[in-house]
């Protein structure tokens, strides 16, 4: 079993990551599990504007990142909040995996059933059910199946405060909500495995 986080923080890599240190909360528990891990921080790759799985221009990274999500059973998109919604870079990772919407195998199955997914979001801001909301009704849209309490998330509360990693209360909280969200993905994800779903009835 494999699971990919893409990791939609503004922030390019080696900066540090608030995100990011919630996801491991998750990604730690799929491991104790016995799930491979691979990661995609998204702001690091030219991924273009478009609703295609095909490059859209010379050097556009989608076409990979498209490889490793079918490449895994579990998907995970993390993703801070900024005004009350999801990053950009979210928003563009979601643009571009509405392109699986057209695409099957050779038994006509969607390319997203029989997979999993489920969101982390972490913001000094509120807003993290709306931003759930969002990505979840994506996901579904595309024909991934999101298990009840799929999600984790962290936000300081009203009015400006410290981010994830600088303190603020409920951080014991969304680690175990992260643990529970690991459990129910990979369990509906090897129920899955177990009895596939076959492709839409014409």
């Given at each position: ?88 870079v979210a928003k563009r990772v979601m643009e571009r995996m509405s392109g699986m919407m057209s695409e099957t195998d050779d038994d006509g199955v969607p390319a997203a059933y029989n997979r999993v997914a489920g969101v982390v979001v972490t913001g ?79």
């Open positions: 079993m494999k699971a990919l986080v893409i990791n939609c923080t503004l922030k390019k890599s080696p900066e540090t990551s608030n995100t990011e240190a919630l996801f491991r909360a998750v990604t730690g528990q799929l491991e104790k599990d016995g799930v491979e891990i691979d990661v995609v921080r998204a702001v690091d790759l030219d991924i273009a504007p478009g609703v295609v799985s095909e490059a859209v221009h010379d050097g556009d990274a989608w076409p990979g990142v498209h490889e490793r999500i079918l490449a895994s059973e579990i998907l995970v998109i993390a993703t801070p909040t900024w005004l009350g919604q999801p990053s950009s000094n801001e509120d807003g993290a059910h709306h931003v759930i909301s969002e990505i979840t009704g994506g996901l579904q849209d595309i024909g991934y199946t999101v298990p009840g309490q799929a999600w984790t998330y962290w936000n300081q509360g009203p009015g400006p405060g410290p981010s994830f990693l600088e303190g603020g209360s409920g951080h014991d909280w969304s680690r175990r909500t992260a643990r529970a969200m690991a459990a129910n993905l990979l369990g509906v994800a090897r129920a899955l495995e177990a009895r596939p779903l076959g492709p839409p009835p014409q």
